[in-house]
């Protein structure tokens, strides 16, 4: 009988009937920034169409992490992207806001996977079998494919919200604090995406 732990496992898992399942990678992007929902993917590969060059979406280039965006939407089996609002992360908290958006993406995949491994040490609720893996996005394609999705889709939003608010400079800080973004909340005050629960965010706002 197999074991129950399974790590680096990708597309295809045994289970304890030996019988293959299809195993979807979760991750997320936008815990850290002081504006903008936090965004989460869920991925489930195709052995038949790999996509080579995946890796943790953070140790790559834009221009890298783009193709990949691309060849993962051509070739996994299905992809899905979601999030949780500025609203939800400021009334149940990032942690649980971040779990809220795996939770959506794993129920917006096309296929029901049968094994959920998501990056971390906390899993979301899900009605399937999960595993949080440490550092899973440098281990398991899976989770590096999803975390190149929810960066560049987060990365795309923040493009849309500079163009709405260029004087913060979203397109270049990406929402995180940077001396830039700090002294621009100092001179202009939140924007309705800043998270005001946030400490640089609520102190403007006193």
């Known amino acids: 009988m197999p074991s129950k732990r399974l790590l680096h496992a990708e597309q295809i898992a045994l289970v304890w009937d030996t019988a293959p399942v299809l195993v979807a990678g979760v991750d997320e992007a936008g815990r850290g920034p002081l ?3 936090v965004f989460a993917a869920a991925v489930i590969l ?10 943790d979406s953070k140790t790559l280039n834009e221009r890298k992490r783009e193709s990949l965006y691309d060849a993962i939407r051509a070739k ?3 992809c899905s992207v979601a ?22 993406a794993v129920d917006g995949l096309r296929l029901k996977p049968g094994l959920v491994l998501v990056d971390g040490n906390r899993l979301p609720p899900l009605t399937m079998r999960a595993e949080a893996i440490v550092k899973g996005d440098s281990k398991v394609q899976a989770i590096s494919a999803a975390s190149i999705l929810a ?8 493009m849309e919200l500079d163009a709405q608010y260029p004087q913060y400079g979203f397109a270049d800080h990406k929402g995180y604090g940077t001396a830039r973004h700090l002294a621009a909340l100092k001179a202009y005050g939140a924007c309705p995406e800043h998270r005001k629960t946030f400490a640089p965010v609520a102190k403007v706002l006193l």
């Open 35 to 37: 504006a903008g929902p």
């Open 151 to 158: 960066k560049v889709t987060r990365d795309h939003w923040c």
């Open 76 to 78: 996994a089996l299905c």
């Open 46 to 55: 195709d052995d038949l169409h790999p996509i080579d060059g995946l890796a």
């Open 83 to 104: 999030q949780a609002s500025v609203e939800e992360i400021d009334r149940i908290n990032i942690l649980q806001a971040t779990l809220l958006a795996m939770r959506r």
